[in-house]
């Protein structure tokens, strides 16, 4: 009785102590994510001159004038937006439904060298952009696709589909094949028993998937500075071009990084449930 007392104690002192640690990195995380956003935040509603004060103050008078340079003034960030808009959507459009088919079928492949192809998919997904960009802009340019939506669109997906694969391969097999068999028995075909019982099963997966290639290829900058043009500038490359040889515009590019950042976390909260479900399920089989 006495054994079992004082062992239970130490155990007690180290599920505490490790309570306050993870308490205190989650703080320390916090701290580290929030302070800088809430500060570009206010810093976009200052002037110029309150940005660029050597005392930072708290309280200030909030202004749009940066928001209204941007948007109505000579930068003009709508083309911008709208062409992140539509490359970042569609590749992430793209990725998730290609990754979902080809994600299944090598969930429900067996084959001796399947483990080898599932590395070999998602190794080029380690590859650096640096590694492959030319080779890209090169064969873009032979097929006519710089400076073009498309182009961007494909060279998203060139990184973001493995990604997908490899992700919603974790949670297809997951599911039991005898889903599609009692399915195909009950009348459906393998095209319907895949569509009505198997992806709704893994809608946490599939949102998971769109939410974090939309945001890889909404923050991408590499392959925007060199396969974009005057006509398909994304927002990264707008808010590069406030960098300039006679000045940084803080007041404008602490702006557009609210512009830049805003979208993104307001669909990550939209679509939190299914973000934590996605990933606590494909931490939970060691992916």
Request: hydrophobic residues 50%; glycine residues 8%; aromatic residues 10%.
């Given at each position: ?19 306050v640690?993870?308490r205190?990195?989650v703080?320390t995380?916090?701290?580290w994510?929030?302070?800088p956003l809430?500060?570009m935040?206010?810093?976009?509603f200052?002037?110029?001159a ?5 005392t ?6 909030p202004t749009l004038d ?18 992140s808009?539509v ?17 299944y ?10 483990h080898h ?5 998602i190794?080029?997904?380690m590859?650096p952009i640096?590694?492959?960009v030319?080779p ?17 669109v494909?060279a998203y ?6 990604f997908?694969?490899?992700?919603l ?7 039991p ?6 399915a195909?028995?009950?009348g459906?075909t393998?095209?319907?028993a895949f569509?009505?019982?198997?992806l709704p ?8 998937t769109?939410v974090?290639c ?9 392959f ?10 994304t927002?990264?490359?707008?808010a590069?071009?406030?960098v ?5 515009d803080?007041g ?7 512009v830049?950042v805003?979208?993104?976390?307001l ?14 399920m494909?931490?939970?089989t060691g992916e």
């Amino acid at each position: 009785m006495t054994a079992s007392t004082t062992g239970a104690a130490p155990l007690e002192r180290g599920s505490r102590g490790s309570r306050v640690v993870v308490r205190v990195l989650v703080a320390t995380a916090l701290i580290w994510t929030v302070v800088p956003l809430g500060w570009m935040l206010l810093s976009s509603f200052k002037s110029t001159a309150e940005v660029t004060a050597a005392t930072p103050d708290v309280w200030f008078g909030p202004t749009l004038d940066n928001y209204r340079n941007l948007f109505g003034g000579g930068n003009n960030l709508w083309p911008h937006l709208r062409n992140s808009v539509v490359a970042a959507g569609c590749s992430a459009l793209l990725a998730t439904a290609l990754g979902a088919l080809a994600g299944y079928g090598l969930a429900r492949t067996k084959w001796r060298g399947k483990h080898h192809l599932s590395f070999w998919i998602i190794s080029t997904r380690m590859a650096p952009i640096a590694a492959v960009v030319l080779p890209i802009f090169l064969i873009f340019r032979v097929l006519g696709l710089i400076d073009t939506l498309p182009g961007l669109v494909l060279a998203y997906l060139s990184f973001n589909l493995p990604f997908a694969i490899w992700l919603l391969n974790a949670f297809f097999a997951q599911l039991p094949p005898a889903l599609e068999e009692s399915a195909q028995v009950a009348g459906c075909t393998p095209w319907q028993a895949f569509r009505h019982v198997i992806l709704p099963l893994t809608r946490p997966g599939l949102v998971t998937t769109f939410v974090l290639c939309l945001v890889f290829s909404w923050n991408d900058y590499a392959f925007a500075l060199v396969l974009s043009g005057p006509r398909t500038q994304t927002l990264p490359i707008a808010a590069s071009q406030l960098v300039t040889q006679t000045g940084i515009d803080w007041g404008q590019l602490t702006a557009i990084g609210t512009v830049v950042v805003v979208p993104m976390m307001l669909v990550g909260l939209a679509v939190r449930r299914w973000l934590v479900t996605g990933l606590t399920m494909g931490a939970v089989t060691g992916e």
